[in-house]
């Protein structure tokens, strides 16, 4: 199919997405790109619309972006977590419950802690950790409101029985070495602090599709690196 220089504009407030950022500030509310490659659509490269949304302190979500398509998978999740951050988009929710009956399957118990977070749950989070903690401990540990992948609603943060979830536990390790085969990344590998801007963390998982998820799995590499490899297949232009 032709798709040489079809120009396409969208916007992120409809909840359409596009699968390449470039690494620096987008306005995202309103922008074009041109397809460069005739046999590379974004279809070919997104399994679900908007799974390969990049969301880091470069790239926020607005306040008002909200997935239309949450639902509650099947999983367990800990005591405290609340009903909203049970929720996951659709495609997320379908795989995350695949993701924890294959683990059961291998002996390994998840439980689930938070998923979807709105933008102003994540403000009342960060306002609360400022408050008791100072704006040192809230930058360093709590994403500002509309810079938390949670918003997109494809991701979740997983724990295990004994709430202790860090690097050796075998519970991680299973993550990291499967997590990809449903479609997930680490989203925070260790090493890369310097490129997602956020600490290495072992129970931040993010859906992005199987084929990128395989890819990015494969070749070591973050989200922002992957979309910065694809660049020569798709250009972006901002309007203006
Ligand atoms: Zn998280």
Redesign the pocket.
């Known amino acids: 199919m032709k798709l040489k220089n079809i120009l396409i504009s969208t916007t992120l407030s409809l909840g359409i997405t596009l699968p390449i950022g470039r690494l620096s500030k987008l306005d995202i509310d309103n922008y074009s790109y041109i397809l460069e490659d005739e046999d590379i659509t974004n279809n070919d490269l997104e399994e679900c619309e908007g799974a390969l949304l990049l969301v880091n302190k470069y790239n926020p979500l607005n306040d008002s972006y909200e997935p239309l398509d949450l639902k509650k998978p099947n999983i367990p999740f800990i005591n405290n977590s609340i009903e909203e951050e049970k929720q996951m988009r659709e495609v997320a929710s379908n795989a995350i419950e695949e993701l924890f009956r294959k683990a059961k399957d291998d002996g390994i118990n998840f439980l689930a ?2 998923a979807y977070r709105s933008y102003n749950t994540q403000n009342d989070i960060y306002l609360s950790r400022l408050e008791a903690k100072g704006k040192e401990y809230a930058d360093k540990y709590v994403a500002l409101p509309g810079k ?3 918003q997109t609603g494809l ?3 997983v724990t295990n029985e004994r709430r202790n979830f860090t690097k050796k536990c075998k519970e991680a390790k299973w993550l990291a070495s499967n997590s990809y085969k449903f479609g997930f990344i680490l ?2 590998p260790k090493g890369k602090e310097n490129i997602t801007g956020i600490s290495y ?1 072992p ?3 993010r859906y992005v599709g199987k084929k990128a998820a395989k890819e990015i799995f494969q070749n070591r590499i973050t989200l922002e690196e992957y979309l910065k490899n694809k660049q020569y297949d798709l250009v972006r232009r901002e309007i203006n």
Do not use: A, C, L, Q
Request: charged residues 30%; aromatic residues 14%.
């Open positions: 802690t938070s938390s992948e949670h991701s979740i943060d989203r925070y963390e129970w931040h998982i």
